[in-house]
């Protein structure tokens, strides 16, 4: 009963009504839920925009993990991913992303130590090199990281 009308409210409106019903939506279930939740994703409140990610990335239904890795892989395209984001993506190990953070990491963007993180445990060999060119730039805490990883992918 109540379904139809947090739909409404989660979709339009104020951003902190939007949010509050969406939350709701989130928890009762609804057939429109990832419609709702790709709505929130393309609002201008950018506080709306991250609960509704927050929310959206806990989920692990195939469609949400979808709509989720879709809205990471176009933010990778300009900014490094937040904490959730890189959850996410560790979570899920989807190899789309790999280009994406290697031009962060090169850009020096974001948690550096995060990034390399990410790159060594999905990324596979074909990172190497990047990590390789990269190493005489970083700090000490991401030096040790990239020889650790450098070092379990045998990198002379």
């Known amino acids: 009963?109540?379904?139809?009308?947090?739909?409404?409210?989660?979709?339009?409106?104020?951003?902190?009504?939007?949010?509050?019903?969406?939350?709701?939506?989130?928890?009762?279930?609804?057939?429109?839920?990832?419609?709702?939740?790709?709505?929130?994703?393309?609002?201008?409140?950018?506080?709306?925009?991250?609960?509704?990610?927050?929310m959206l990335a806990r989920r692990s239904d195939p469609e949400s993990e979808d709509l989720a890795l879709r809205f990471t892989l176009n933010h990778l395209e300009s900014e490094p991913p937040s904490r959730e984001m890189s959850h996410l993506l560790g979570r899920t190990k989807d190899t789309r992303a790999v280009p994406l953070l290697l031009k962060q990491l090169d850009a020096g963007n974001g948690n550096v130590s995060e990034l390399i993180r990410l790159l060594a445990e999905f990324g596979g060999l074909e990172v190497r090199p990047a990590l390789e060119a990269a190493y005489p730039k970083l700090d000490r805490p991401a030096k040790v990281q990239t020889l650790a990883a450098l070092s379990r992918m045998q990198s002379p």
């Open 1 to 54: 009963l109540w379904g139809d009308s947090l739909y409404r409210l989660s979709t339009t409106g104020d951003p902190a009504v939007r949010t509050a019903a969406l939350e709701a939506l989130s928890k009762l279930g609804h057939v429109k839920l990832n419609t709702a939740f790709e709505a929130a994703l393309g609002a201008e409140n950018e506080r709306l925009r991250t609960t509704a990610f927050r």
